[in-house]
């Protein structure tokens, strides 16, 4: 189990993440939903290891790791999809996915070309020549190829074509067939919870709804309450 | 005339690229500059004089001179700079801080003379090439520093350990979280980059020469090399060391009394034209 205990976040004098807590179970899906500026990103940050509670405790399987270094939770079995699409710009597709290929990772870099046949058309090519989609997947390959326990993955379907998101939707139903843990934030609320066990809705860095998706799917008045969203039918891609 | 005018630009810009190329990396890495980089350079070139005045063996001299420079670099990291990463004012001032603990050393041990180091025996005369008398040691600079600059070149451009490095200059914090250690890479890259220039001043020493001063008047070579360059990355390095190699050779000999501004001239219209450089890390386009 994955657990956030009392966790204060800080971006120099700005107070984001107000005591939040919050727990992920080994093996299932998190969606972490709520408004823009709710501490989203701030708290998969911090998880990675890229801010530093100010007070709270994170513990994996029991073990705190609110101090460890970002390198030392990555190899703890951790990789993070950053909003955006982070990639190496300067560095090729192939060494993208080289850098952070972890040989006991189940996902070879063959099985993400399999998966992203457009990856390897262009496995020379700087990474910063590729289009939205394509870096997309290049940061779910990166996240593939490091064999995570843990995947924090934050908005992937931002800004990405109905094909592109469906390509997401099938990548984290094959990590959630392969038992690891996924921390998914998304805005698309049809696609988190067509995937998700769980929700955690955040507003202003704590936590204000956990519950089972499948209940949060079938009231509306909770994700009215919650998100302010009045969507109407829950398709994912659209 | 022309042939001696191209070997003496080649050479000196191949021994530009030496001194710069661990000052350009190291920035990109650490987004500081290394003000003692410099004295690498001086340090590198007293401890080959002695090795050459002691063993006549100037293979030796050079490792020598590399081996010492590599282990204040490792000593500077580990000791100090290690503790305060991402803490780019204490790291300038422990980097400047050292800059004057090293020059008082040398000065304390070498005294304040001009020394030239005398140069591998049986390189110590010219060749007449093409009707040119041209000095065997620049052959030889050049032929080291080809070969110097080729191989820190494969390794930043095509192998995993370089793939990584870029990787540390483009994106620190996405490098750490696909299992990176950016810190032990830092470590590594900066020991070589003392080395190198280590090396540099020992090779520079039947050129240039070892004298108190030295240490910031090449540091202010790098560090015009690497503006001219874009920091962080290995073409910027070979490329203003070039510029810089080739403006400094050909300015001194057709407008001489602007001479020693010249370097700085052609930094200007870099900068003027191109801000970031000629070729930077593309991790540092935006900053
Ligand atoms: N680098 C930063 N410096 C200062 N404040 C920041 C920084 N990054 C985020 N914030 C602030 O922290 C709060 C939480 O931001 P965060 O990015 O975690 O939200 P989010 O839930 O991920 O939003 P979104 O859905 O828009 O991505 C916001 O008020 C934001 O303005
Ligand atoms: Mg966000």
């Known amino acids: 189990m994955l657990e956030l205990e009392g966790i204060d976040v800080f971006y120099g004098p700005s107070h984001v993440l107000h005591a939040l807590t919050a727990h992920v179970e080994e093996g299932e899906v998190l969606a972490l939903l709520g408004r823009s500026g709710a501490g989203k990103t701030t708290t998969l940050k911090t998880v990675m290891g890229w801010l530093r509670p100010r007070a709270g405790r994170i513990r994996w399987r029991g073990q705190d790791i609110s101090h460890w270094e970002s390198v030392r939770i990555a190899r703890l079995g951790f990789a993070m999809v950053a909003q955006g699409r982070r990639v190496f710009p300067s560095l090729s597709v192939a060494e993208n996915l080289g850098i952070a290929l972890n040989p006991t990772s189940p996902w070879s870099l063959e099985d993400v070309y399999q998966l992203f046949p457009r990856l390897e058309e262009r496995r020379y090519q700087a990474a910063n020549t590729l289009s939205g989609g394509e870096q997309q997947m290049l940061s779910l390959g990166r996240a593939l190829v490091r064999g995570p326990r843990v995947l924090l993955l934050d908005e992937p379907t931002e800004g990405m074509a109905p094909a592109i998101v469906q390509l997401t939707h099938q990548v984290v139903e094959m990590l959630r067939e392969a038992g690891i843990t996924v921390v998914l934030v998304e805005q698309n609320l049809a696609f988190a919870l067509s995937l998700a066990a769980r929700v955690a809705v955040m507003n202003k860095g704590q936590v204000v709804y956990e519950g089972r998706a499948q209940e949060f799917a079938a009231h509306r008045e909770l994700q009215v309450q919650y998100l302010g969203v009045s969507t109407t039918g829950l398709r994912v891609g659209s | 005339m022309v042939l001696e ?283």
């Open chain 2, 5 to 287: 005018q191209l070997v003496n630009a080649v050479s000196y810009s191949m021994l530009l690229f030496l001194l710069a190329v661990g000052l350009s990396v190291t920035l990109g890495l650490l987004r500081v500059v290394n003000l003692t980089h410099g004295s690498y350079y001086l340090l590198g070139g007293y401890v080959g004089l002695s090795v050459v005045r002691w063993t006549h063996n100037f293979l030796l001299a050079t490792g020598a001179g590399a081996a010492t420079t590599a282990a204040l670099a490792a000593l500077m990291f580990w000791g100090l700079l290690r503790r305060f990463l991402g803490q780019e004012s204490a790291q300038v001032l422990i980097t400047f801080g050292s800059l004057f603990i090293v020059a008082d050393g040398c000065l304390a041990i070498w005294g304040g003379q001009t020394y030239t180091i005398p140069p591998p025996p049986g390189l110590s005369s010219s060749l007449l090439l093409a009707g040119a008398h041209i000095p065997t040691y620049l052959l030889l600079l050049i032929a080291v520093g080809a070969t110097g600059a080729a191989a820190v070149y494969w390794v930043f451009e095509r192998t995993r350990v370089g793939a990584m490095v870029r990787a540390a200059v483009d994106d620190r914090e996405l490098a750490e979280a696909c299992g990176v250690d950016v810190r032990a890479l830092s470590f590594g890259v900066f020991t070589l980059g003392g080395a190198i220039a280590g090396l540099a001043g020992v090779l520079g020493g039947p050129v240039i020469g070892v004298y108190p001063g030295a240490d910031l008047a090449v540091l202010l070579l790098a560090l015009v090399i690497v503006v001219v360059g874009g920091a962080g990355s290995m073409l910027g390095a070979l490329l203003g060391s070039l510029v810089i190699g080739f403006v400094t050779t050909y300015g001194s000999l057709y407008f001489p009394e602007i001479a020693s501004g010249i370097v700085y001239l052609a930094m200007v219209l870099v900068i003027l034209f191109r801000p970031q450089g000629l070729v930077p890390a593309r991790g540092l386009d935006q900053t």
